[in-house]
């Protein structure tokens, strides 16, 4: 008996929930909007996403499309970089190993000159 009093409450939370943040109102008014249209949508569904403020299927699917294009560019672009990072270690590397050498150099020609 414990068990579905628990769930009731649950519901019942879950209910309030839904009211005191405007859900109820909101999918209220879309209904009724769609019980009076005279024409019916062919997509009762699609209907109640465009009054909610969601994309149509159309423009879902366009953004899934531009999302996918972008997520290539973005692994394009990634791995460039990390490629001219690497290019970068490298000139420091580079550079690094030629200023220990031109030092060693300098140095040695200033014992040099002190004998």
Do not use: W
């Amino acid at each position: 008996m414990g068990h579905i009093q628990e769930k009731e409450a649950k519901k019942e939370a879950f209910r309030k929930y839904l009211e005191s943040n405007g859900v109820v109102d909101a999918l209220t008014k879309v209904l009724v909007a769609l019980f009076e249209q005279h024409d019916k949508p062919s997509s009762a569904l699609e209907f109640i996403q465009q009054r909610l403020g969601g994309p149509s299927i159309a423009e879902y699917e366009k953004l899934q499309s531009e999302m996918a294009d972008l997520q290539v560019k973005y692994d394009e672009l990634l791995a460039t970089h990390k490629e001219t990072c690497k290019e970068l270690e490298g000139l420091k590397s580079l550079h690094n190993v030629t200023a220990m050498s031109t030092k060693d150099t300098t140095d040695d020609e200033e014992e040099n000159d002190k004998v």
